[in-house]
């Protein structure tokens, strides 16, 4: 039977609760344990999948084809343990969950409520996977006092009781702001967030208190003293340069002890940390730097791209250089020559996105890069807006576009060399789809397998003919025009298994141009870079030489 560890916030959101118990999975692995990690949102989309990334930021896509929050990104890159569809969950489930039961008369016939109903649906999800890991830390999105969390925060008071003794513990993560008029740092947020929590039954073991300044003592006492936790359990937490140094600076000021300790484990076996010393040393003493520009659509807000912009530091890391990422609008290309923007970088990626908006900034990015000899990587929509710039300045296809942007018109004004994925083969089973499908979770989701071809780029890079990468798309690159474009010197070298989706291009008179149709970022951690962005950054570095 796992150990539960419930994660909440107060005061204000964006603390970092993601991230701590990230980094709390990852010293509790150095000690030897087994863990997984969970997210539990309030919001009452189904899930974020069809959420605006102005709005949420990047949708994380596991390997068994589920949407959700970026959160559980952090939670992989740390602790290397792949996310699954049962370690997210939100409000929107959970009731769509209870209204499917009250439907088929599972409840038999009973007035539906929040309590015991949705409480008990939520205790179920929280409970999946009990017999399978030691520590089970399950984060619950937004702060206490929110209304729509009550829900949950009922629910895993309820569970802590239903469990034995010993079995769960909660940690609060909370400000202490600091009054530059009076040079003092306020401890009365924190007391009011405990307060607020205790007064829905839930009473924090451990408190972690983000601050910009240093907490004295004597301020850990009192906070101790007004929240009734220990003092070794009111834990500061500062702010880092990098989030990889999260780890080595919890167990600096005792997180993990402190956990140990709230579950009377005793003695606590000591931690292997040489993982996380060489993750600080490669980002602290970087032996140069690359500038690499990112043209996206949703450059507004960097978490739009979070994985991407990790998967980028983790191949510096691998190299020993520091990545500069500058993120450019691609809408300013569509009507200015991109090569002034373009010329001071070392490599240029282009990721994915939906809609018609920004792409022909992303296609003349493409063109840049490749009649430049600069590095280019293509994710996603990166990818298909490279084969349309072959199609159209190479292949003979001035009209080629992609279906994504014409299907609603009622006639075709362009060539569909990209065009909607109808069906596919997933395991052992046919998918099928329409375009007028709904469109949360309709898309190709999830890993699938891709086959490479022999003496290829990424053949080189991977090292293996065999992978297997997680997709989230609706389009497709047509094969049917493979010939025409394999003539012109881009070749097709990776397929899926049955040599039907077109999975990975590559320019073979290029230094180094590689654009895949899924979103290699997803599988990138710092002590596991993946290797397409490894050898990216790598590509990069070799530019740089030569500037």
Not at 63 to 75: F, I, P, Q, S, V
Request: hydrophobic residues 35%; contains cysteine.
């Amino acid at each position: 039977m796992a150990r539960y560890i419930f994660i909440t916030g107060g005061v204000v959101s964006s603390l970092g609760k993601g991230l701590a118990s990230a980094a709390l999975g990852a010293l509790l692995q150095a000690r030897g344990f087994t863990v997984r990690l969970r997210k539990l949102d309030p919001y009452l989309n189904v899930d974020p999948g069809t959420m605006s990334p102005f709005e949420h930021g990047e949708v994380f896509v596991t390997d068994d084809g589920a949407e959700t929050d970026l959160d559980l990104g952090h939670y992989e890159r740390f602790t290397g343990v792949a996310a699954r569809r049962t370690d997210s969950v939100s409000s929107g489930r959970i009731y769509s969950n209870v209204l499917e039961k009250e439907r088929r008369g599972d409840y038999l016939g009973k007035t539906i409520q929040v309590i015991p109903h949705v409480t008990n649906e939520i205790k179920d999800w929280i409970g999946i996977g009990d017999d399978e890991v030691d520590f089970m830390l399950c984060e619950i999105g937004g702060t206490v006092g929110d209304i729509e969390g009550l829900p949950f925060f009922e629910a895993i008071r309820q569970f802590g009781q239903d469990r034995p003794r010993g079995q769960c513990i909660f940690m609060h993560l909370t400000l202490l702001p600091y009054l530059a008029a009076s040079s003092e740092l306020k401890t009365k947020p924190t007391q009011h967030s405990v307060k607020e929590l205790r007064s829905i039954g839930l009473q924090p073991d451990i408190l972690v208190c983000r601050s910009e300044h240093n907490i004295p003592e004597k301020e850990r006492a009192k906070i101790a003293l007004f929240c009734n936790v220990r003092p070794e359990a009111v834990i500061p937490a500062y702010d880092l340069k990098s989030i990889y140094e999260a780890p080595m600076a919890y167990h600096k000021v005792g997180l993990d002890q402190a956990v140990l300790d709230a579950f009377d484990i005793s003695p606590a076996p000591k931690p292997n940390l040489t993982r996380w010393v060489d993750v600080e040393d490669r980002i602290h003493n970087a032996e140069g730097e690359v500038r690499v520009a990112i043209v996206g659509k949703y450059t507004q807000l960097e978490d739009a791209y979070k994985s991407i912009a990790e998967a980028l530091t983790h191949g510096g890391m691998a190299n020993r250089v520091r990545v500069k990422s500058d993120w450019i609008d691609a809408e300013i290309f569509e009507g200015e020559d991109p090569a002034p923007y373009l010329e001071p970088y070392q490599a240029i990626l282009v990721p994915g996105g939906f809609g018609e908006r920004g792409t022909e900034g992303k296609i003349r990015a493409a063109e840049f890069a490749r009649t430049h000899k600069v590095p280019y990587l293509g994710i996603c929509l990166g990818m298909q807006m490279a084969v349309i710039e072959a199609a159209r300045n190479l292949a003979g296809l001035p009209d080629a576009g992609s279906e994504e942007f014409d299907h609603e018109a009622g006639k075709r004004r362009f060539e569909p060399v990209v065009y909607h994925l109808k069906e596919w083969v997933q395991g052992n089973r046919k998918v099928e789809r329409k375009v007028g499908d709904d469109k949360g979770g309709t898309m190709r989701l999830g890993a699938y397998d891709a086959t490479l071809k022999p003496g290829s780029r990424v053949a080189g890079i991977y090292g293996n003919l065999a992978i297997d990468e997680r997709h989230r798309h609706r389009y497709e690159v047509d094969t049917k025009y493979r010939e025409a474009l394999e003539e012109q010197g881009l070749k097709f070298s990776g397929m899926s298994p049955d040599g039907r989706l077109p999975e990975i291009v590559e320019w073979t008179d290029h230094p180094w141009f590689i654009g895949v149709q899924f979103h290699p970022e997803l599988k990138s951690k710092p002590f596991q870079p993946h290797p397409l962005f490894a050898d990216f950054v790598r590509a990069a570095k070799e530019m740089s030489r030569l500037v």
